[in-house]
């Protein structure tokens, strides 16, 4: 299903034209049929003779022959439509900004180019290939019992590596609960992501220190903080610029829109970072929206585009330019990384009772390192022992997470008190006496049990 499709519908929806008579006119002016019939109408009452009265019988006809075999139509709108944006294929479309094709092929785009040394191109799949394993380690101790959740980001390296890199250390970041790979390049420890996910803490790192706020579980909420933080940052004159990531079904939320639009009226210096991972949990990309969600930007006042979400090289290109604009005050951006969501929604999820084998299949051919790979082994720019390398720093990588997991402490059970006033309160106090005593109550118990035996 098309925009101008819908846009044709609507418009004979609104001028009640059907048939021949909607055909004669589509044919007189295809560019804009609505507008067209508004002017002929006008035209027509403004030549008829004086003291002509209207023409009732063409208010009470019966719809003609060709009308009636029009109406079918409406058995075709109720179709299961592709998915926004995709061509007859499953593709992406051509406005997609691809810089480096699945098959490894290096491409140029007119508005992005980038050049990267060996080294970068090197960084890049290194970042990749450990970003990925950490995420593979922590979703096998969840299934050992030592995380209570995780969610996986597997598949979508590219976006979160080439977004992240593009980064200057004084942009702030705003995540939702799944960018590891963002965090990665922010410095951020990764087994500190971890400490939410086991639930010993909050978030286990101070956002201030690497400019990456706290896992926010709430679907889209941190779009409407980032645009808050991107109106400070203006306020304050700094030439810094605030990066949102969110899903295809976040886009569905109503604070994303807000956020858009306050990011409009304002300008501020932010940029809409949305991983399109084709599923919202169980629910598919077509039926959040029936445009590419890229399109959203221009009704907002802003521009979007949409890149090739496992290409690395594009990814780091389009939010390379987005935050750049940003900074020069060109207000906000919406960027819609077209990629997939290879495992589980998160552990609790099983995508194998919402989705084909065979679609898996077929992204699995565009993975996001082996392209990369590819494409370093074609030209020459890493050789087999530095491919060794990354698997030893790999592995070492696995085992390093593994045991900070197994060591982790707790928390202490009475800090969930502090830090709930500024000043003490009496009913915060009252309940912190009735925990403790209510904790003190299982070592009596366990007191009783050994002097029984």
Known sequence: MTVESTAARSTSRRSGTGGKRATKKAASA??????????TAKTAKRSKPAGSKPAKAAKTAKPTKAAKTAQPARTARSAKPRAAGQGANGSAGPELVQLLTPEGERVEHPDYAIDLSAEELRGLYRDMVLTRRFDSEATSLQRQGELGLWASLLGQEAAQIGSGRALRDDDYVFPTYREHGVAWCRGVDPTKLLGMFRGVNNGGWDPTTNNFHLYTIVIGSQALHATGYAMGVSLDGADSAVIAYFGDGASSQGDVAEAFTFSAV?????????????????????????????????????????????????????????????????????????????????TSDDPTRYRRDEERAEWEAKDPIARLRAYLEKDGLADDAFFASIDEESEAMGKHVREAIRTMPDPDTMAIFENVYADGHALVDEERAQFAEYLASFADSAESAGEGR
């Open 30 to 39: 295809p560019g804009d049929a609505g507008s067209t019939t508004g002017t």
């Open 266 to 346: 304002y300008n501020a210096p932010v940029v809409f970072f949305c991983q399109n991972n084709q599923w919202a949990i169980s629910e598919p990309a077509e039926r959040q929206s029936r445009v590419p969600i890229y399109q959203r930007a221009a009704g907002f006042g802003f521009p979007g585009v949409r890149v090739d979400g496992n290409d690395v090289l594009a990814c780091l290109a389009v939010t390379r330019a987005a935050v750049e604009r940003a900074r020069s005050g060109q207000g906000p951006m919406l960027v819609e990384a077209f990629t997939y969501r290879m495992g589980a929604h998160t």
